[in-house]
Nanobody
Framework: QVQLVESGGGLVQPGGSLRLSCAASGISFRAYVMGWYRQAPGKLREFVAS???????NYADSVKGRFTISRDNAKNTVYLQMNSLKPDDTAVYYCKAVSTPTDIWGQGTQVTVSS
């Protein structure tokens, strides 16, 4: 069964940190570009970060220098380390796996940044 399962979301104070995980199953993980997206209430889903099978990374300007994406191909897992969190980072965070023409999405995990 093809599946992406996110975990690690929660409530954190401004300036705090969280690490999200996305575990993949049913796919050849090493062949996929993995990405993180987020959707805040009332807003469109937006790109956050991505990592290629070779480890090349790309980030949205809003998270550069604060977020780090990484992958462990042995564990079929991609991570998003989020530091210096701001209230504007509050959203549901989704994991995405891409290997053209296939797109796979996870169910999302809620991140809330609030004091």
């Amino acid at each position: 069964q093809v599946q992406l399962v996110e975990s690690g979301g929660g409530l954190v104070q401004p300036g705090g940190s969280l690490r999200l995980s996305c575990a993949a199953s049913g796919i050849s993980f090493r062949a996929y570009v993995m990405g993180w997206y987020r959707q805040a209430p009332g807003k469109l889903r937006e790109f956050v970060a991505s990592i290629t099978p070779a480890g090349y990374t790309n980030y949205a300007d809003s998270v550069k220098g604060r977020f780090t994406i990484s992958r462990d191909n042995a564990k079929n897992t991609v991570y998003l380390q989020m530091n210096s969190l701001k209230p504007d980072d509050t959203a549901v965070y989704y994991c995405k796996a891409v290997s053209t023409p296939t797109d796979i999405w996870g169910q999302g995990t809620q991140v809330t940044v609030s004091s």
